[in-house]
């Protein structure tokens, strides 16, 4: 497992690796190579990824019924390898794992702007398979997805409960008798970020949230982690794997993830955002109102939140060194969002 990060390293050494696992599929495994945190199978029926599942059983069918949904319609996603019982979760020594079709191509390169038009517009297309889902699982009686892996309506209040909780770390940190760098990192950019996370909330209360969370042209199964490594480019066209995020939600969510994953490293450039929205309107509508929701949604500090909830509540596993060097290049770009979103609001929302 050389090479691998720390993280990826403790979710492999989970897994219970096994031949009488591999016997409750048809197919013949070759050989086992270790892939971020999953396992690549090199097997009869060609190569295939073994993933151990972490959530329960209604996670796991939402994921299949919304990866069949989109199916129907656009074939560039994932699917799963089902085990001789048709079941795609097999249960091994306590644990679930998927087996996954391998989709062939490289990752997507953000810093070329050809992938990225194609991958924006890709992206556009998988919104447009997913719409009418809910009614669909309604309609099949299965509210239960809808109701467990749905996150519509919930971004201004959940805003605001970061808000506060990032409020009470400062409070925190400023009575610590000792500051370590990443504590005194913290306390200095804290109130600039809190700002932002007011102006955030700000926008999408004067918005038409909450109007859009009513129209159903407008709710789409979101990947929710459109990181480069998780879309994949294969002849012009791009493919998306690992949807072990996806939630119900705006399709705006969707795009926000997008443009904070595709920018932050290149300075948080105002024409890639530009062209990101120009290539995502190429393949349907874009309304003005949910560009206004998008605009709120972009001036949250998402990665300055999430570096910030992991270390102090100690979600990831992660040495002190990284943990604080993630949180100063977080840090070093606050002005670079701060032009992007100067920009967002003059020549696209003002235009």
């Given at each position: 497992m050389e090479g691998l990060r720390y993280s990826e390293k403790y979710n492999l050494i989970n897994y219970s690796l096994s031949t009488n696992l591999f016997k409750q599929y048809d197919l013949k495994v070759h050989d086992v190579t270790p892939l971020r945190s999953v396992f690549l199978l090199h097997t009869d029926k060609g190569k295939k990824i073994l993933k151990r599942i972490d959530y329960d059983k209604n996670r796991l069918e939402f994921?299949?019924?919304?990866?069949?949904?989109i199916l129907r319609s656009y074939d560039k996603v994932m699917s799963f390898y089902r085990n001789k019982n048709g079941d795609i979760c097999t249960s091994w020594k306590e644990q679930c794992y998927c087996i996954i079709d391998v989709l062939e191509g490289r990752e997507c390169e953000f810093s070329n702007p050809l992938e990225l038009s194609i991958a924006t517009q890709s992206l556009a297309k998988l919104h447009n398979s997913s719409l009418g889902f809910m009614d669909y699982c309604i309609g099949e009686g299965k509210e239960e997805l809808i109701t467990s892996n749905s996150e519509l309506g919930r971004t201004i209040e959940d805003y605001k409960s970061r808000f506060k909780m990032i409020k009470e770390l400062k409070d925190r940190v400023l009575?610590?008798?000792?500051?370590?760098?990443?504590?005194?990192?913290?306390?200095?950019?804290?109130?600039?970020?809190?700002?932002?996370?007011?102006?955030?909330?700000?926008?999408?209360?004067?918005?038409?949230?909450?109007?859009?969370?009513?129209?159903?042209?407008?709710?789409?199964?979101?990947?929710?982690?459109?990181?480069?490594?998780?879309?994949?480019?294969?002849?012009?066209?791009?493919y998306f794997i690992d949807f072990d995020y996806s939630v119900i939600d705006l399709r705006v969510r969707d795009i926000n993830n997008f443009i904070n994953k595709s920018v932050k490293g290149f300075a948080f450039d105002f024409n890639r955002v530009k062209d990101i929205i120009y290539d995502y309107k190429r393949q349907g509508v874009l309304e003005k109102e949910e560009i206004e929701v998008l605009y709120g949604l972009l001036y949250f500090p998402e990665d300055f939140y999430s570096i910030v909830n992991n270390y102090y509540n100690k979600i990831k596993q992660w040495d002190e060194e990284v943990f604080l060097d993630r949180l100063e290049k977080k840090s070093e770009y606050f002005h670079d969002r701060e032009e992007l979103l100067k920009a967002f609001k003059n020549k696209i929302i003002d235009f």
């Open positions: 994921i299949e019924e919304a990866l069949e949904y009575k610590f008798k000792y500051k370590n760098e990443f504590d005194e990192v913290f306390i200095n950019k804290v109130d600039e970020n809190l700002s932002q996370m007011e102006k955030s909330i700000d926008i999408l209360e004067h918005s038409a949230f909450y109007d859009l969370i009513n129209n159903k042209d407008k709710v789409v199964i979101c990947h929710n982690d459109l990181a480069h490594h998780n879309i994949l480019i294969r002849e012009g066209e791009a």
